[in-house]
T-cell receptor
Framework: AQSVTQPDIHITVSEGASLELRCNYS??????LFWYVQSPGQGLQLLLK??????LVQGIKGFEAEFKRSQSSFNLRKPSVHWSDAAEYFC??????????FGSGTQLTVLP | GAVVSQHPSRVICKSGTSVKIECRSL??????MFWYRQFPKKSLMLMAT?????????EQGVEKDKFLINHASLTLSTLTVTSAHPEDSSFYIC?????????????FGPGTRLTVL
């Protein structure tokens, strides 16, 4: 069975600082991996996805993620965080039938 | 981008009543729609997968007689919480996948906050 672990429940960074959110997955085959962001009152928005090819994936809002098969990781990064990035971030893996399995989420707080 | 709407965004009901939540794909046809439940400070839990014109497939532990799902068209799926109880209070989120079977992306609705008194 597929699973996703986001070890950090809550992360606080200062505006302008760099950010890395961790994600580890468990899946038997080559996974499809996703990062979503959820802001209060809004639906989940896709930041980026990895299906195949280049292991460094660029997404929207200046985010990127790197797929590392040897570490079963798909960490999300941003070089300089903005106050508007404060939200809940979910990593997800997709298996057959396009079913997504989500991690437990990481709440990001951005200090002014 | 593809837009998915949910209605209502919030609903409060009395225990024992039924509540229907609609999920619509506004600018694409969705062969598959998914229903998730999200508890406070928790991840999204997949409840069921529905394909247009066929019965929904429920995840283990989800009562299909309590959470009725209908996917009557390529743009509409409904979730009916029957005989709702306070423990059914939660945030319900739907997502939709486009017709193209190669497209694995799901597009999410904004969610519906259900409160059962």
């Amino acid at each position: 069975a597929q699973s996703v672990t986001q070890p950090d429940i809550h992360i606080t960074v200062s505006e302008g600082a760099s950010l890395e959110l961790r994600c580890n997955y468990s899946y038997g085959a080559t996974p499809y991996l996703f990062w979503y962001v959820q802001s209060p009152g809004q639906g989940l928005q896709l930041l980026l996805k990895y299906f195949s090819g280049d292991t460094l994936v660029q997404g929207i809002k200046g985010f990127e993620a790197e797929f590392k098969r040897s570490q079963s990781s798909f960490n999300l990064r941003k070089p300089s965080v903005h106050w508007s990035d404060a939200a809940e971030y979910f990593c997800a893996v997709s298996g057959s039938a396009r079913q997504l399995t989500f991690g437990s989420g990481t709440q990001l707080t951005v200090l002014p | 981008g593809a837009v998915v709407s949910q209605h209502p965004s919030r609903v409060i009901c009395k225990s024992g009543t039924s509540v229907k939540i609609e999920c619509r794909s506004l600018d694409f046809q969705a062969t598959t729609m998914f229903w998730y439940r999200q508890f406070p400070k928790k991840s999204l839990m997949l409840m069921a997968t529905s394909n247009e014109g066929s019965k929904a497939t429920y995840e283990q532990g989800v009562e299909k007689d309590k959470f009725l799902i209908n996917h009557a068209s390529l743009t509409l799926s409904t979730l009916t919480v029957t005989s709702a109880h306070p423990e059914d209070s939660s945030f319900y989120i739907c997502s939709a996948s486009p017709r193209d079977p190669q497209e694995d992306e799901q597009f999410f609705g904004p969610g519906t906050r259900l409160t059962v008194l």
